[in-house]
């Protein structure tokens, strides 16, 4: 079975901080890519970051990071210097080939 | 270019009425994606279309749902005699190709009253 589970259903941060979320996904494919997607209040689905799994390497995108870890099927989020934009709903993926499987998200509040 | 377009953004029915969600990928996208998204759960797959083709269905209800993508037109979600527990966000996403690059609309919210 094909299963993403995040275990924070919500977390704060203070401004200018840094949070990690966290999430483990578990699938029998060996080739799949990984996501997080942010959602706001307006519903909008946006990309935050993707990596492939055949890639060792972390990815970055500006002041997020991920700490992908493919034995553990562990795959965090880290918002560095974290802003008032960044509060939302905060959703991991990943994607085999056909379909995407999503967790069942993170609402991130941010502390002014 | 614009993005995914999905109308009506809010749709309310009574129940026993039919729904139809109207989806208009991104120019040049021939994938189409629905997903469900039930209140405080992750997105979850329908259906996935391409031109005049139903290639997986396998997340779609197997009563009152279908779906299509015509050659020319939108696709369209249509839920028949609406209960509800139908009651949710419905997400589009489309690709250019059979691969992870998806782009999503920014869903229709269906209330059953």
């Known amino acids: 079975a094909q299963t993403v589970t995040q275990s924070q259903p919500e977390m704060s941060v203070q401004e200018a901080e840094t949070v990690t979320l966290s999430c483990t996904y578990d699938t029998s494919e060996s080739d799949y890519y990984l996501f997080w997607y942010k959602q706001p209040p307006s519903r909008q689905m946006i990309l935050v970051i993707r990596?492939?799994?055949?890639?060792?390497q972390n990815a970055t995108e500006n002041r997020f990071s991920v700490n992908f870890q493919k034995a553990a099927k562990s795959f965090s989020l880290k918002i560095s210097d974290s802003q008032l934009g960044d509060a939302a709903m905060y959703f991991c993926?990943?994607?085999?080939?056909?379909?995407?499987?999503f967790g069942t998200g993170t609402s991130l509040t941010v502390i002014p | 270019n614009a993005g995914v377009m999905q109308n009506p953004r809010h749709l309310v029915r009574r129940r026993g009425q039919e729904a139809r969600l109207r989806c208009s990928p991104m120019?040049?996208?021939?994938?189409v994606y629905w997903y469900r998204q039930l209140p405080e759960e992750g997105l979850k797959f329908m259906v996935y279309l391409q031109k005049e083709n139903i290639i997986d269905e396998s997340g779609m209800p197997k009563e009152r749902f279908s779906a299509e993508f015509p050659k020319e037109g939108p696709s369209i979600l249509r839920i028949q005699q609406v209960v509800r527990g139908d009651s949710a966000a419905y997400f589009c996403a489309s690709s250019p190709l059979s691969d992870e690059k998806l782009f999503f609309g920014s869903g229709t919210q269906l209330s059953v009253l």
């Open positions: 990596q492939e799994a055949y890639k060792q």
């Open positions: 120019k040049g996208h021939s994938h």
């Open positions: 993926a990943f994607w085999t080939g056909n379909q995407f499987y």
